[in-house]
């Protein structure tokens, strides 16, 4: 039996400015050199030729409740290969997914271990709840659980206070981001409000999820320390609907989200605008489906940022910034076909031509989206 040669037929977008007129998938990977074997089968894939797409916040094996079984899982990985999203760092999760890594069917995972929060200062069922003094051991734990990343809850409601609160003493903060990075791990932490900002930046924190609550001062450190946020915008917008029951008990809460929620694009803008990286991520797995990255990069560009932009978040620049390859001359072939250029139009991103994974086409082109 000879195996199936994928000639990939552009333009093909090595870069935002790095185009090549054809490539081909030859045992997986990908090459710009025209295969010379005799008797290989050639199948012709036409259009744009991306990386896949990165989903950089996502949660594989947990739902609205919890851990979820592996056959949920399963199908949640496949909603996101559906999309085109054949990379993703999974920012927590209390289930163990390792065995995803055996199939070569599904997405390529980064983990986080499993969230880090304050005793009963987050979703039951999803973290690792600790004090201050348990912090640092526990986040060591973690790093030498994941992939090279490790969650922690900034903020969540403080019931005593009735509105957003930080849930770490700067000085612990401090030191569990130090005892992180000394294991090799960066640091991503959910942050909604504003003051849990400050803290993170000053104890070095890599990332941030959400960033709502980013305001002048805080985007002025951020920028300069080059520390990363993945706003999720699909789920920011949910917020309204998130904090409706809290309204009569936790008022001050309640407006503070919505305030939250009417800036976000404002937000992202801003910090967009000061040199901050951001990158696409969904945070799908909680309360949202999986399979909404060309949902997400639509709402970056809606934010302000190009579509040219909002691709480098998905895709050349997440790779990049996860460590993982692109469209590399002898990388694995992951990567999507559209039918028109991206970089003009970031809505084709929803409609993939073709999805290639390990160099096989996966068949869901034309699959619903958001499973």
Same mark, same amino acid.
């Given at each position: ?66 851990? &979820? ?102 000085? &612990? ?199």
């Amino acid at each position: 039996m000879t195996a199936t040669v994928l000639h990939l037929q552009g333009p093909v977008l090595v870069g935002p400015a790095d185009v090549r007129e054809q490539a081909w998938v030859v045992g997986g990977r990908l090459t710009f050199e025209r295969p010379t074997a005799a008797g290989a089968d050639t199948q012709t894939l036409r259009g744009w030729v991306l990386p896949g797409l990165v989903d950089a916040h996502c949660h594989v094996g947990l739902d609205a409740h919890g851990a &979820v079984d592996r056959e949920t899982a399963e199908q949640q990985a496949l909603g996101d290969r559906a999309a085109g999203a054949l990379l993703i760092r999974d920012a927590g999760s209390p289930s163990d997914t390792r065995w995803i890594d055996e199939r070569d069917d599904l997405p390529k995972v980064i983990r986080a271990g499993r969230h880090i929060a304050r005793t009963r200062r987050y979703i039951r069922n999803y973290a690792h709840e600790v004090e201050p003094e348990q912090l640092v051991e526990r986040v060591r734990l973690e790093a030498r659980a994941g992939d090279g990343w490790v969650k922690l809850v900034g903020d969540w409601i403080d019931r005593d206070a009735g509105d957003l609160a930080p849930c770490w003493p700067a000085d &612990v903060l401090k030191d569990a981001i130090a005892a992180a990075h000394e294991e090799g791990a960066r640091v991503t932490a959910h942050c909604f409000g504003e003051a849990s900002l400050y803290d993170f930046a000053a104890a070095g924190t890599d990332c941030i999820e959400h960033a709502t609550g980013l305001e002048p001062a805080t985007i002025e450190q951020f920028a300069a320390q080059g520390i990363a946020i993945v706003p999720t915008l699909v789920n920011i917008a949910t917020f309204p609907q998130i904090v409706e029951p809290a309204r009569e008990k936790f008022p001050r809460y309640h407006r503070h989200m919505l305030d939250l929620h009417a800036r976000r694009l404002e937000t992202v803008r801003a910090a967009h605008e000061a040199g901050i990286p951001v990158y696409v991520g969904t945070d799908a797995g909680g309360s949202l489906p999986h399979g909404l990255v060309a949902q997400e990069a639509a709402q970056l560009v809606e934010a302000g940022l190009t579509p040219v932009e909002a691709l480098y978040a998905g895709t050349w620049g997440a790779r990049a910034w996860l460590g993982r390859p692109g469209l590399e001359e002898g990388a694995d072939a992951d990567l999507v076909v559209v039918g028109a250029d991206p970089r003009e139009d970031i809505g084709v991103l929803a409609a993939p031509r073709h999805i290639v994974l390990r160099g096989r086409e996966t068949g869901d082109a034309g699959r619903p989206q958001g499973i």
